[in-house]
Antibody, heavy 118, light 113 residues
Framework: QVQLVESGGGLVKPGGSLRLSCAAS????????MSWIRQAPGKGLEWISY????????YYAESVKGRFTISRDNAKNSVYLQMDSLTTDDTAVYYC???????????WGQGVQVTVSS | DIVMTQSPDSLAVSLGERATINCKSS????????????LAWYQQKPGQPPKVLIH???TRESGVPDRFSGSGSGTDFTLTISRLQAEDVAIYYC?????????FGQGTKVEIK
């Protein structure tokens, strides 16, 4: 069955870094675009980054541009999010989700908590 | 970037009654090449990731009950739950996938009156 499993979250101090991973299984990973979407406590969904099937096209939300880097390894069926210069505003549950081009997100992981606090 | 605005922020509806959620985009999400609206609706229950209910503004995903329906075109869209059930208590989000950057509405919380 389709699975997306996020890992790498935790507690980090402002200005610190974290690298999130999302391991995919149960489908042909290289056929799908992958995104990271986050949800701050008690808030709505915020799309933050997207990577195309072979990584040729990448987009970021303005709120993370220049600080976060998305990447993927199709041989390992994984997508990553390197998060640098973290601030308290980055505290959220981070979801990875899959989609096809010009389609909605049809499967999401369970999410991983990232807490930025001194 | 396309901004999505939902209304209301929350609503309380009696069991068996109709719930209506509106979503407005800051620019049209109707693609002229295929005449499709690049608009989806999601349901999120506490402690769970979102689940897509509807895509192309009005096409129900497989397995979604037919009491859920979507309508609208261009910039104005509606999600209707025709006969609210207890299991429909959730937060509902619209999302556009027209632009290079996806975006979500702020969410509408549906509760039982």
């Amino acid at each position: 069955q389709v699975q997306l499993v996020e890992s790498g979250g935790g507690l980090v101090k402002p200005g610190g870094s974290l690298r999130l991973s999302c391991a995919a299984s149960g489908f042909t990973f290289s056929d799908y675009y992958m995104s990271w979407i986050r949800q701050a406590p008690g808030k709505g969904l915020e799309w933050i980054s997207y990577i195309s099937t072979v990584g040729a096209t990448i987009y970021y939300a303005e709120s993370v541009k220049g600080r976060f880097t998305i990447s993927r390894d199709n041989a390992k069926n994984s997508v990553y999010l390197q998060m640098d210069s973290l601030t308290t505003d980055d505290t959220a549950v981070y979801y990875c989700a899959r989609k096809r081009l010009a389609r909605p997100y049809d499967f999401w992981g369970q999410g991983v908590q990232v807490t930025v606090s001194s | 970037d396309i901004v999505m605005t939902q209304s209301p922020d929350s609503l309380a509806v009696s069991l068996g009654e109709r719930a209506t959620i509106n979503c407005k985009s800051s620019q049209s999400v109707l693609h002229s090449s295929n005449n499709k609206n690049y608009l989806a609706w999601y349901q999120q229950k506490p402690g769970q990731p979102p689940k897509v209910l509807i895509h192309w503004a009005s096409t129900r995903e497989s397995g979604v009950p037919d009491r859920f329906s979507g309508s609208g075109s261009g910039t104005d869209f509606t999600l209707t739950i025709s006969r609210l059930q207890a299991e429909d208590v959730a937060i509902y989000y619209c999302q556009q996938y027209y632009g290079t950057r996806d975006s979500f509405g702020q969410g509408t919380k549906v509760e039982i009156k």
